[in-house]
């Protein structure tokens, strides 16, 4: 039986861990930079979109941040984890994008279905829910750009005060308040809508 189940773990393949791949970037193997890419473009795409709130720009971005981690690789450290590196990167090339560009051009599409939460994912919840939705995405493209970038990586992204800290190279009291402001004028906002309270907002932002 235990030599059963040896074979069995023999044979399983397990897929190399994102700083295993950094290493092999580093050594010249140009292939392990399609599997990051497949591995993390869409949290990258989401992030760059809900900042920028234009799906072309997005684009640039997600493609702009890959060819970063190519040119910079062997600035990695790949004993940490990629995903904040792949999210300072994408904060800076948002800035960038934001002081060349005078006025917004805002595009929604595509942008509930990223952010829908699994939890609310049948057709009836979601048609219910929509409008509710659309008020807390307007209120968050309402905030300004240093508020609304740390509201989608703490709420979106799921990162830490202290991660977001390390993303955008300040301290982590400036992160506190800039996300403290950020809930209290996304509240101000939805509740003069009516009908929006703050567990909604929380549950979709």
Not at 75 to 82: F, K, N
Not at 131 to 148: C, P, Q, T, Y
Request: proline share 4%.
């Amino acid at each position: 039986m235990a030599q059963q189940t040896e074979h069995r773990n023999k044979g399983m393949s397990v897929p190399p861990s994102d700083g295993q791949l950094v290493t092999r970037l580093q050594s010249g193997d140009l292939d392990v930079l399609g599997v990051l890419y497949e591995r993390h473009k869409r949290r990258v795409y989401r992030t760059a979109l809900v900042v920028t709130r234009d799906p072309l720009a997005a684009d640039d971005i997600v493609q702009d941040c890959f060819l970063r981690v190519h040119k910079y690789a062997h600035h990695i450290d790949s004993s940490l984890p990629l995903e904040p590196w792949l999210y300072r990167v994408t904060v800076n090339l948002a800035y960038t994008w934001e002081t060349r560009r005078k006025r917004w051009h805002t595009s929604l599409d595509g942008v509930l279905d990223l952010l829908a939460s699994p939890r609310r994912s049948s057709p009836e919840l979601q048609a219910e829910m929509s409008e509710i939705r659309s008020k807390v995405m307007d209120a968050v493209f309402s905030l300004g750009l240093n508020h609304r970038i740390v509201v989608v990586l703490y709420y979106l992204n799921s990162l830490s005060l202290k991660e977001i800290a390390d993303v955008l190279d300040c301290p982590v009291g400036t992160v506190k308040s800039r996300l403290h402001y950020g809930r209290e004028k996304l509240l101000r906002k939805l509740e003069a809508g009516q009908q929006v309270t703050p567990e909604m907002v929380y549950e979709f932002i």
